[in-house]
């Protein structure tokens, strides 16, 4: 029995957290014959090369997808559109194109128009990850039993979708399917609102100057120092983010904004049941992610080094397996 790859040659473009892990659990499990990857910075290129996560380092964008029957743009959301404009012609017949973005509605608009109608585009997005950027930053395991969502634009070939969705599997991703526009409401509340308010927080007090460098880390056991992680999140990337899903963003903002007031008053009013009720409420809807163990403690993904991973899937076997 033959363990055939999935792909022949796997293109990256934009090797940071991402896609060195996607570089790293894709070569793990044989799912790709090849992988080429480039990057825009001089010194990246030169260390992924050093890391050996890639077959080929190329230094050009459009150099990387030549003959690539896999193209994954892992870059942040803002420069989709003029990366595709760059590859566009030199994507071979067939090929998959596809993306890893946190925001998906702005992305296929701005990619779908450059790419030629002999290209599959089928938009993703891998809902793992961590506050850390760069190829260094990137391991296998990252996509193990976290989710991947896909959205294909209407018309896309559901072969297309089918092979990207086996890809994910194959690197231990749980795969979904919807349209950009839903996800880009669930992840305005379950991710993009989480990282706004945590870049709040962190520069509201540092502005207070209420607290110095060493109390906020001698005092930073709870929930304060869960909120500093998220908030040395990868400045470019969720600029891009927050611009991209504006309407999406602002609008759980508006009902965010209504539930602060409602706690603000009720704090004010020494309404203690209102607070116990919500308090009670979120606590069984924590325990309840928990249960369905589709979600594990946020810290640990930023140090993954100490946490124990599970094993990764059997490598990816095709056809006659
Ligand atoms: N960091 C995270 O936890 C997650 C990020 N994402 C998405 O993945 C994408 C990449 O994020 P990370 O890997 O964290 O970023 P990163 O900052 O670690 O890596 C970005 C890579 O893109 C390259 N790059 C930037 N502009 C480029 C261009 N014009 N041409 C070629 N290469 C270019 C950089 O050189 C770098 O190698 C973003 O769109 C982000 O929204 C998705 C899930 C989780
Ligand atoms: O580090 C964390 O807690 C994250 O939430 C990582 C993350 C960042 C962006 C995404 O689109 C998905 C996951």
């Given at each position: 029995?033959?363990?055939?790859?999935?792909?022949?040659?796997?293109?990256?473009?934009?090797?940071?957290?991402?896609?060195?892990?996607?570089?790293?659990?894709?070569?793990?499990?044989?799912?790709?014959?090849?992988?080429?990857?480039?990057?825009?910075?001089?010194?990246?290129?030169?260390?992924?090369?050093?890391?050996?996560?890639?077959?080929?380092?190329?230094?050009?964008?459009?150099?990387?997808?030549?003959?690539?029957?896999?193209?994954?743009?892992?870059?942040?959301?803002?420069?989709?559109?003029?990366?595709?404009?760059?590859?566009?012609?030199?994507?071979?017949?067939?090929?998959?194109?596809?993306?890893?973005?946190?925001?998906?509605?702005?992305?296929?608009?701005?990619?779908?128009?450059?790419?030629?109608?002999?290209?599959?585009?089928?938009?993703?997005?891998?809902?793992?990850?961590?506050e850390?950027?760069?190829?260094?930053?990137?391991?296998?395991?990252?996509?193990?039993?976290?989710?991947?969502?896909?959205?294909?634009?209407?018309?896309?070939?559901?072969?297309?979708?089918?092979?990207?969705?086996?890809?994910?599997?194959?690197?231990?991703?749980?795969?979904?399917?919807?349209?950009?526009?839903?996800?880009?409401?669930?992840?305005?509340?379950?991710?993009?609102?989480?990282?706004?308010?945590?870049?709040?927080?962190?520069?509201?007090?540092?502005?207070?100057?209420?607290?110095?460098?060493?109390?906020?880390?001698?005092?930073?056991?709870?929930?304060?120092?869960?909120?500093t992680r998220i908030a040395a999140s990868?400045?470019?990337?969720?600029?891009?983010?927050?611009?991209?899903?504006?309407?999406?963003?602002?609008?759980?903002?508006?009902?965010?904004?209504?539930?602060?007031?409602?706690?603000?008053?009720?704090?004010?009013?020494?309404?203690?049941?209102?607070?116990?009720?919500?308090?009670?409420?979120?606590?069984?809807?924590?325990?309840?992610?928990?249960?369905?163990?589709?979600?594990?403690?946020?810290?640990?993904?930023?140090?993954?080094?100490?946490?124990?991973?599970?094993?990764?899937?059997?490598?990816?076997?095709?056809?006659?397996?």
């Amino acid at each position: 029995m033959m363990t055939q790859p999935l792909f022949n040659r796997m293109a990256l473009i934009g090797v940071g957290l991402i896609g060195s892990s996607i570089a790293r659990a894709a070569r793990a499990q044989g799912v790709v014959r090849s992988i080429v990857a480039t990057a825009r910075s001089g010194p990246t290129r030169a260390r992924v090369a050093e890391l050996g996560i890639a077959d080929r380092v190329v230094d050009t964008n459009a150099a990387a997808v030549d003959g690539a029957d896999l193209v994954i743009l892992c870059i942040p959301v803002g420069q989709c559109g003029a990366v595709a404009a760059e590859i566009a012609p030199r994507l071979a017949p067939g090929a998959i194109i596809s993306d890893v973005g946190s925001v998906k509605a702005a992305v296929v608009k701005d990619v779908a128009p450059h790419l030629p109608g002999h290209v599959h585009f089928v938009p993703a997005h891998p809902v793992a990850g961590t506050e850390n950027s760069g190829p260094d930053a990137g391991f296998p395991e990252l996509f193990i039993d976290r989710w991947c969502i896909l959205t294909p634009p209407e018309g896309t070939d559901p072969a297309a979708t089918d092979k990207l969705a086996t890809f994910w599997s194959a690197i231990g991703a749980n795969v979904e399917t919807m349209t950009p526009e839903h996800h880009d409401l669930v992840l305005a509340i379950t991710s993009h609102l989480p990282h706004l308010i945590a870049y709040t927080i962190v520069g509201t007090a540092d502005e207070l100057g209420q607290v110095t460098r060493s109390e906020v880390l001698k005092f930073s056991a709870g929930g304060f120092r869960d909120f500093t992680r998220i908030a040395a999140s990868d400045p470019t990337m969720w600029r891009d983010i927050f611009l991209a899903n504006r309407d999406a963003v602002l609008e759980m903002l508006g009902t965010f904004g209504e539930d602060l007031s409602k706690l603000t008053r009720a704090i004010r009013r020494g309404d203690g049941d209102t607070l116990f009720d919500l308090f009670t409420r979120t606590r069984a809807i924590r325990r309840g992610i928990v249960q369905i163990g589709q979600d594990s403690d946020a810290p640990d993904f930023g140090r993954p080094h100490q946490k124990k991973m599970p094993p990764l899937p059997r490598p990816y076997m095709a056809d006659g397996e």
